[in-house]
């Protein structure tokens, strides 16, 4: 391998790391560490305080993670023959590429609502199990702190199916 095939080869490698690690930890948190959370915590504070927790040290992890992506995914596109430009529609390869970087712009979105529009001061302490527990009409409405769980929940949901469409584009303008 020559340095001009191993600087490419380097470079679409940590970009396919940092693409795992971000989507695949978005899934882990959704489908192992959540639930569990939940399930051995019972639904106490202690959920939405460990969940925020964990969500405060991972923020940076994102936020390195997209400028990484950014630069990785800016070099590899420029390397391309068929790179016609950002949002470029000429071909089948620049379409997929334009539709991965819409997509990829509503990720960082999403993440950037999560980690910062739902990461302000938290309620004191939430009723058992998220509920407001004030009896007559309040009984059965989420609390602030369960709602803005469940708007998290969504949107870290919402960013794996994301992924799933940027892995999907990422295919596509491997092959074409």
Excluded at 14 to 25: C, E, K, S
Excluded at 51 to 65: D, S
Excluded at 136 to 150: D, F, I, Q, S, W
Aim: charged content about 10%.
């Amino acid at each position: 391998m020559t340095g001009s095939e191993l600087v490419p080869a380097i470079v679409l490698f940590v970009h396919n790391l940092f693409t795992a690690l971000w989507i695949g930890g978005m899934i882990v948190i959704a489908v192992g560490v959540a639930p569990a959370a939940r399930r051995t915590l019972d639904g106490q504070p202690a959920v939405f305080r460990l969940l925020g927790a964990l969500q405060a040290r991972l923020r940076w992890f994102v936020y390195a993670g997209i400028v990484v992506l950014l630069a990785t995914g800016i070099m590899l596109a420029r390397r391309n023959p068929g790179f016609e430009g950002f949002f470029a529609w000429g071909d089948t390869y620049s379409i997929a590429l334009s539709l991965k970087h819409g997509v990829v712009i509503a990720m960082v979105v999403v993440a950037l609502v999560r980690s910062l529009a739902l990461a302000g001061p938290r309620p004191a302490a939430p009723a058992p199990a998220g509920r407001d527990g004030a009896g007559g009409a309040g009984v059965g409405r989420l609390t602030p702190t369960a709602r803005r769980a469940r708007l998290s929940m969504s949107l870290l949901l919402l960013n794996i199916a994301l992924g799933c469409v940027v892995l999907f584009l990422s295919a596509v303008t491997a092959i074409v």
